[in-house]
């Protein structure tokens, strides 16, 4: 099974918006509404930041949000800021109790 | 607070078998599945398999099937993650995590590495 589908990287200044798209199937993104975002710093875990297609966990900022448009799912950062400089991984149901994640997205705060 | 905390790094030869562990804590052990999952260097994230802490069904990606096994201690609120026949492959940061709010708690992670 391929991993999904993410641009290698973003860039956007401080203050823009950017979105991270995440490319899937039927059999994954398109079949269930269970999409995750994690944010992963250099050297650390990765951190949930949106989870079943636009849930934000409690002290994730709210300039986080996510959504999905048929195999899409999307994540939109608003209000960019330094400390959003990191890689993106998103991260699907893939039915059989399987899970598949994407190739990661670099995001540059310009 | 809730936690997961893994043991710590190793050094394998190639062909040789690794376990790590993940103890939770501040929760109900029992109450969520773990999840495994490694990242090579400069690598995405890969899922590998989790284990139903409740009644310790496991599903494994068809990836490893075979070399792969996951097993938990409800005494010890302890997940184990053995992986066999390692390769140099096989040399990444495993991770475990808790399945509640997505993949809503990290451990630390843990560096295995394969050298002859």
């Known amino acids: 099974q391929s991993a999904l589908t993410q641009p290698r990287s973003v860039s956007g200044s401080p203050g823009q918006s950017v979105a991270i798209s995440c490319t899937g199937s039927s059999s994954d993104v398109g079949a269930y509404n269970f999409v995750s975002w994690y944010q992963q710093h250099p050297g650390k875990a990765p951190k949930v930041m949106i989870y079943d297609v636009t849930k934000r966990p409690s002290g994730v900022p709210d300039r986080f949000s996510g959504s999905k448009s048929g195999n899409t799912a999307s994540l939109t950062i608003s209000g960019l800021q330094t400390e959003d400089e990191a890689d993106y991984y998103c991260?699907?149901?893939?039915?059989?109790?399987?899970?598949?994640f994407g190739g990661g997205t670099t995001l540059t705060v310009l | 607070q809730v936690q997961l905390v893994q043991s710590g790094a190793e050094v394998k030869e190639p062909g040789a078998s690794v376990q790590v562990s993940c103890k939770g804590s501040?929760?109900?052990?029992?109450?969520?599945?773990i999840i495994w999952v490694r990242q090579a260097p400069g690598q995405s994230l890969e899922w590998m398999g989790w284990?139903?802490?409740?009644?310790?069904?496991?599903t494994y990606s068809q990836k490893f099937q075979g070399r792969l096994t996951i097993t938990r201690d409800t005494s010890a609120n302890t997940a184990y993650m053995e992986l066999s026949g390692l390769s140099y492959e096989d040399t990444a940061v495993y991770y475990c995590a808790r399945n509640h709010g997505g993949l809503g708690v990290w451990g630390q992670g843990a560096l295995v590495t394969v050298s002859s």
């Open positions: 284990i139903n802490t409740g009644n310790g069904d496991t």
């Open positions: 991260c699907s149901y893939a039915g059989d109790y399987t899970l598949i």
């Open positions: 501040g929760y109900t052990f029992t109450s969520y599945a």
